[in-house]
Structures are given as C-alpha cells and as structure tokens.
T-cell receptor, first 112, second 114 residues
Framework: GQQLNQSPQSMFIQEGEDVSMNCTSS?????WLWYKQDPGEGPVLLIA?????ELTSNGRLTAQFGITRKDSFLNISASIPSDVGIYFC????????????FGKGTRLHILP | DVKVTQSSRYLVKRTGEKVFLECVQD?????MFWYRQDPGLGLRLIYF???????EKGDIPEGYSVSREKKERFSLILESASTNQTSMYLC?????????????FGSGTRLTVV
C-alpha cells in the first residue's frame, strides 16, 4: 500500500536552532498535513496544504507542498523547549472520503 | 471546544482479561478510527468505522474487535489481552466527506498488560 517516508527519525538540536524535516512518497498526494504530538498527548494538526507548491506558515512553523506532489517539508525557526515532541506528516491521495496515510514521525529533542 | 475523549489515560490489565477502550466525539463526525502507537512504528490503524454499526479492518486488526452502536461512540475491545498489546492507543474522528481537513485525535490511552 501507500507509504510515507519521513526523515529524520530523530533530531537533537540546540535551543534557538532552526529545524527541517521532510516526508516523501512514491505516489502522488492531493493533501499534505503536519501534526505535532506533545509527550503523553494525542497528535494535533499544525498545518494543512492543498496545492502543489503551496507554502503555509503557522507562527514559527512553515510547511511546503512539494511541486511534484510526492513530498512535503516542515521547517521550525528559532526552536524553543516547547517544540519538543513527535512531528508526523500525513497525506491524502484521493479526495473527500479517502483515508489519511501517516508517516512514522520525527522525534524532536531540544538541548538547553 | 471540539473534542475526542478517551475514557482512560492509563490502564493496567492482566493477561487474558477482556479490555474495553472507549472513545466519544462531540463533533458529529461520521468517521472514527482506532490506532496503536509504538516506538519506531508510528501510528498503525487497527479498525475504523464510517457509520453506526459499520466497521472495517485496518492494518493490524488481529486480537481486536470494535463496536459502534451510536454515532458519537467507538469502542475498541481486546477479547483476551496479551502482553504484546501493551501500547498507546489513540482514537480519532473526521467528517466522512471532508477528510482533507484532517483527523481529530483523543489524548490517548496508555495500556499496560501484565
């Protein structure tokens, strides 16, 4: 079935650094979503992307829908301690009533 | 504030027990999902439902069953709990024809089977 390859699996960064992570697929997606899961909680939607080439920001977070429609990227600028958690990419290949496919997540650790 | 509520945050059960995990949503969503989350394996879909009394197997249904008697409630049942079912369980929901808006997740139930 469809799979999303999310990288890196884990990141250790210094507070204040910028972060980049990405998600790739062998097939085309029509919607890309980025979620964040705080420790001990469920994932929460951060950003939704609906058009190839689209660039969308949410505070210090910026995500892009790749022009090939087979990838997406998430950047976090000037990281702070509360950015710690797992970031999931997710994609929807069809429209409306298809199922969302999730990547395995990138676990972000921030060193003081 | 819209919500998906899972009845327990933490559960400890014995091997062989029948376990019920409950999930309720207040958003009038048609779709409901059960996932388990294990380190390094991401979110794996156990079962989902598009409507009352309707259920579909996900990627890892073995050892689990579900019940959806009302639109707002989706229950996951472990018929005979085993230690390899120790995991974080996440419930999610969405509108059936607006899936592009994403799923809303509950806070999760961390189940330990001893």
């Amino acid at each position: 079935g469809q799979q999303l390859n999310q990288s890196p699996q884990s990141m250790f960064i210094q507070e204040g650094e910028d972060v980049s992570m990405n998600c790739t697929s062998s097939s085309i997606f029509n919607t890309w979503l980025w979620y964040k899961q705080d420790p001990g909680e469920g994932p929460v939607l951060l950003i939704a992307l609906y058009k190839a080439g689209e660039l969308t920001s949410n505070g210090r977070l910026t995500a892009q829908f790749g022009i090939t429609r087979k990838d997406s990227f998430l950047n976090i600028s000037a990281s702070i301690p509360s950015d710690v958690g797992i970031y999931f990419c997710a994609g929807l290949a069809g429209y409306r009533d298809d199922k969302i496919i999730f990547g395995k997540g990138t676990r972000l650790h921030i060193l003081p | 504030d819209v919500k998906v509520t899972q009845s327990s945050r933490y559960l400890v059960k014995r091997t062989g027990e029948k376990v019920f995990l409950e999930c309720v949503q207040d958003m009038d969503h048609e779709n409901m999902f059960w996932y388990r989350q294990d380190p390094g394996l991401g979110l794996r879909l156990i079962y989902f439902s598009y409507d009352v009394k309707m259920k579909e197997k996900g990627d890892i249904p073995e050892g689990y069953s579900v019940s959806r008697e009302k639109k707002e409630r989706f229950s996951l049942i472990l018929e005979s709990a085993s230690t390899n079912q120790t995991s974080m369980y996440l419930c999610a929901s969405s509108f059936r024809f607006r899936v592009e808006s994403g799923y809303t997740f509950g806070s999760g139930t961390r189940l330990t089977v001893v």
